[in-house]
């Protein structure tokens, strides 16, 4: 039996797998911890695990391995990853940025490592994309991306084959980029007009008075200029996309997160259009999809690590 772990900046999600294919069971979420020690996270993690295997009728004991995909960045500690996320980390941005804590990091690895046998922790962006090339949309597809919107924006990166990392694990963190000359948004991590500032989910809701959901409702609804907002987003996200066709060569972008899946018809051919017809030496065969995993992508991204 393996715990498969969800980390997102909104909500954790935690489900069981009996290694018998991809099912899940007893599976359990709630908001993500952000108040108290910086151990909260963890502790939230190792309460929901146990409160899966009451469900299920488990033994929580007999729970030797676990996959953790969570949001990042990474900072690793004795080599050891602690979570420096924008969207849960409050020590980052400081006070102006709302979140109930003074968190420069939240502990993770050490405290499961307490716990488990064998764990794997890896990016949730990268666990994603290891999930979607094994059973989604990126199935075939050797110079590929997985690309999140949802909270934050996250990415994970493939190219010849070969899952890139990085030095901390924190390779595709380019919700980080900048694409504009904004000067007003400020994102979790300290940076102020990078791309997750501008049109994350959490951001939305700062920045327009109205959450993602309203937004886009109101938008496809025929409101000109809750469209005209969409638009505006699009064309920030579509940028950053564009920079990782070119950057990387890609033949394939998969997308998912909560913001992007709710409203994938939508929002699917204005990304696209960002991208196509610009540098067709670079972009020309690259296609946008919607992730085939669905809005479930993240639970199969914690069980893809121990397959």
């Keep these: 039996m393996k715990a498969c772990i969800d980390i997102g900046g909104t909500k954790v999600a935690v489900s069981l797998n009996s290694g018998a294919g991809l099912e899940l069971l007893a599976r359990r979420s709630e ?3 952000k108040t108290g020690s910086n151990d909260a996270l963890a502790r939230q993690v190792l309460r929901l695990v146990d409160e899966a295997c009451a469900e299920a009728g488990i033994d929580a004991a007999g729970v030797h391995r676990a996959g953790v995909s969570s949001c990042g960045p990474f900072v690793l500690n004795a080599g050891l990853v602690e979570v420096a996320a924008p969207n849960i980390c409050g020590g980052m ?3 102006a940025r709302g979140l109930p804590n003074d968190w420069t990091t939240a502990l993770l690895e050490a405290p499961l490592r307490e716990r488990f046998d064998e764990l794997r922790v890896e990016n949730d962006c990268i666990a994603a ?5 094994r059973w989604g949309a990126l199935q075939g597809q050797d110079h590929c991306a997985y690309v999140t919107w949802s909270t934050g924006i996250g990415v994970g990166l493939c190219v010849d084959g070969h899952v890139l990392r990085g030095k901390n694990g924190n390779a595709g963190h380019a919700g980080h980029m900048f694409v504009s000359d904004n000067s007003d948004a400020l994102c979790g991590c300290g940076n102020i007009g990078d791309v997750e500032a501008l049109v994350a989910g959490n951001a939305v809701a ?3 008075g109205a959450g993602a959901a309203q937004l886009l409702e109101r938008a496809q609804a025929g409101d000109a200029q809750a469209a005209a907002t969409v638009d505006e987003l699009c064309r920030v996200l579509g940028r950053a996309l564009y920079n990782l066709v070119v950057t990387l060569d890609l033949q394939r972008i998969s997308l998912g997160g909560s913001v992007f899946w709710h409203n994938r018809e939508y929002l699917l051919p204005r990304l696209q259009a960002q991208v ?4 067709p030496a670079l972009t020309a065969g ?6 085939g995993l669905g809005i479930s992508v993240g639970d199969y991204a914690a069980l893809a690590l121990l397959v």
């Design 129 to 133: 994309l290891e999930a979607e090339r």
């Design 31 to 33: 908001p993500t911890a």
């Design 286 to 291: 690259c296609e946008l999809v919607a992730a």
């Design 206 to 208: 700062r920045r327009f």
């Design 93 to 95: 941005a400081g006070p």
């Design 276 to 279: 196509a017809g610009k540098m």
